[in-house]
């Protein structure tokens, strides 16, 4: 009876996840606070994903080039947001 | 002259990013604290993940459903952290 878009359950899987880091940049724009987020997780990622980057120009896909290009540039854009605002936790707690 | 092992550089990536949570979760265990911490990056990337699992059991890759099982596990573990710290931010500035 259920009848499933498979093409469409794996392009808004796609979209959701390349763009998961953008809500974290939106946050720490707006409270210029980042004493929460693992910086590890941030590196991890990154790494991961450069790596996902590699492998999918090597065996060139295009869809793992172009999500991967896209969150490995989230992950960039949250690193650095991170290095910028790391400081800004005591501030914050005192004020 | 360079010569890489592709299958060892996919599998790096994907160990990576499908264990990409896990430091987040050690830094909210350790510091009991979310504030900075974007839920909707949470959820957004946990409805994603979701959908690659459903993608992959449709399409029987047993990577993909591993991968995919383990990151929701790792973000379902997150998100409830994240319930069951999100009010101590407060308390945390207070002392």
Redesign the interface.
């Known amino acids: 009876m259920v009848s ?1 878009n ?1 093409e469409l ?2 392009s ?6 390349m ?6 940049i ?3 724009y707006r ?1 210029e ?6 910086f ?2 941030l590196f ?2 990154t ?3 450069f ?2 980057l ?2 999918g120009i ?2 060139q896909d295009r869809i793992l080039i172009v999500a991967n290009v896209i969150s490995f540039t989230t992950l960039i854009v949250v690193m650095g947001l991170y290095l910028k605002y790391r400081k800004n ?1 005591l501030g ?2 005192i004020l």
């Open positions: 499933m498979w359950v794996g808004v899987a796609a979209l959701l996840t763009f998961g880091f953008v809500p974290q939106f946050k720490i409270t606070s980042v004493g929460d987020v693992s590890t997780m991890q990622f790494i991961g994903i790596l996902w590699l492998y090597h065996i936790k914050e707690a």
